[in-house]
Structure formats: C-alpha cells, structure tokens
C-alpha cells in the first residue's frame, strides 16, 4: 500500500525518533532537545542514562523504558499512547536509535498504525568512522555487530571475503584480539583497517593500518573504549597490492616463459592464475 506521510505539517499523534551524542554532550542538537522538550513522553533505552542526559541540559521529563528484552510489550504501551494523541519521542543510550540499538520493532509498529515518524538527526559512530578511514566511502556496508563466538564469526565473515566495498563493524574492546585473528584469517594481512576509537571523547584516535600491522600492535597494547572497525573492500585491495605485483610480474617475464611467470606470481601473492594471466595479457597489450 503506498503512503504518503508529511512530518511537518502533522498535528496529531507521532513518533519521533532523535539521535543522541556518542560521547561529546556538545553533539546534542538544539533541535533534539527542542523536540524532548515538547513531546508528551520520551521512551528510552535505559532511564538513568537518559535522564542523566535531560539533566545535563537541566530538562525534566516522564520517561518510559523500551530496551531490547522488553521492546515487544513496551512498543504495545507507546502505541497506544501515541493513539490517544500524544506525542513521543524514543532515544537510545547513544547514536541512532535502530542501529545496533533498540527501535525497530517500535517504528514498525507505527506504520503498521499509520503514526508518523520523524528523524531527529544527530552523531553516528559509523559514519564518523567510514568518513575518517580513509578507505572507499562511495559504497559501503554497515554490519554493526559481529556474532560472540568465533567461529560463528568467521562463518559470518566468509559472507564479506570477497565483498567489493567497504564493511564496519562494531566491536566491544575485550573481543577486539579475538575478532581481528578472525579479521586476518578471513581478510588477510594485507587488507587495509581503519580502527576508530572513542569517537568524539578526549581520547579519539584513529589508528590506519593493515589488519596485520593492527593485530601486532594489539599484542603489545590493550585498545580500550567504544571502538569501530572500517575494513576495505576486496576490489580495492587488488588495486593496492597490483602495482606491487605488476612489477613482480614484469621481472618474472624478463627471467621466464609467460606460464611460468604468471604461475610463480599467483604463488607469490595467493590469487588465482587466471587474475595474473588477466595481467599479464594486459601488460602484452600495452607494449
Ligand atoms: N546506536 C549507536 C549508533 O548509532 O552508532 C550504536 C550503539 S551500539 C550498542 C554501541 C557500539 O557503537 C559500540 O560498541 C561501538 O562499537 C560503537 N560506538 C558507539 N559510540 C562510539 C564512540 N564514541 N566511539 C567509537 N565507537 C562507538
């Protein structure tokens, strides 16, 4: 059924969903809290967090809980609420609501009621980390959070071996060693990571580098805080490694029969025969 929905022009019930800061309370928007300020109810995550957050721009207000392990019974409540008439706004403990956070099934429900939802925009930890990456940012995949247990890790990873774009991911500090081993057997040393930590807070860091550079140094020091990891794409490490090995290639073809050279650098450098015979044809034709 197509719909269409004007959130400005809307004087009856409606559901805002407004992102709030991953760190820095200086990232809360004047428009985020115009909007706390004026709803009827805010839902939320976690109570403490957010009236420590409301307390700090010196707002009070009814709050309401809607956490993962109660999202289902809780959204019932909202919307009913919101039915009534009233407006409502939901954050999360950080960022947007939705994203590796509680929401979904709450904003599912409003449509399914034809209530309006309105995006307060505000910080995102992954977007802050692809922008600073350094890596491809034209097409890129958000994952958030990995499975806990390795190997069902690794099986998840497979999925994005040979994916052509950019994958983030969210990580908890204490699985960091464990998830980047699995970054490595799956990925390979050469691919390029970008790891963002503390986004926003006064020990921000963005430490570049290869998945096998950042899995030395986490053996000699322990990342600590909110971290994301920005992993880049398959094409792309081709085209890094391919300068490398055009010109591994073109010594080999001074020494050696095509076949055997293109067989030595797939060797080399653990791609098909197939890619560097490609490369080889290429390097044919430019001469
Ligand atoms: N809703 C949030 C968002 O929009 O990004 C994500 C919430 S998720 C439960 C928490 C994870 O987000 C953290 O484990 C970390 O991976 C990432 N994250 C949140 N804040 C961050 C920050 N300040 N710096 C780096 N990563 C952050």
């Keep these: 059924m197509l719909e269409r929905v004007s959130t400005f022009q809307n004087n009856g019930p409606i559901l805002y969903l407004v992102a709030t800061p991953i760190g820095n309370l200086k ?6 809290l115009e909007i706390l300020n004026d709803v009827d ?48 706004a939901y954050v999360s403990d950080a960022g947007y609501p939705l994203i590796s956070d509680p929401g979904r099934f709450l904003a599912q429900e409003a449509r399914k009621n034809q209530i309006p939802i309105a995006v307060i925009n505000g910080p995102s930890a992954f977007l ?6 350094n890596l491809a940012s ?7 959070f990995l499975p806990v247990k390795s190997g069902d890790r690794r099986k998840e990873l497979e999925k994005f071996k040979d994916f052509p774009y950019t994958t983030i991911y969210y990580e908890a500090p204490h699985r960091l ?19 963002a930590r503390e986004l926003t807070k006064v020990h921000e860091e963005y430490i570049y580098g290869t998945i096998g550079e950042i899995f030395e140094l986490l053996k000699e020091e322990e990342l600590k805080g909110e971290i994301v990891l920005v992993v880049e794409g398959k094409e792309k490490e081709q085209n890094t490694i391919s300068s490398s090995l055009l010109s591994d290639l073109e010594n080999e073809l001074e020494n ?32």
């Design 177 to 195: 060693k464990s998830t980047l081993n699995d970054f490595l057997k799956v990925f390979g040393a050469s691919r390029r990571l970008t790891l």
């Design 138 to 144: 034209d097409r890129f995949f958000f994952h958030g």
């Design 128 to 133: 802050m980390a692809l922008i600073a990456s």
């Design 256 to 287: 050696y029969s095509p076949s055997v050279a293109v067989k030595n650098i797939a060797k080399k450098y653990q791609l098909p025969r197939g890619d560097i015979y490609k490369e080889y044809l290429k390097l044919k034709e430019k001469k």
């Design 41 to 88: 109810l805010i839902a939320c995550e976690d109570t403490r967090n957010t009236r420590r957050l409301l307390h700090h721009f010196n707002y009070q207000k009814e709050l309401f809980s809607l956490h993962a392990h109660n999202e289902k019974e809780a959204s019932k409540v909202i919307i009913s609420l919101l039915k009534e008439g009233k407006k409502i």
């Design 27 to 32: 990232e809360m928007s004047p428009r985020a």
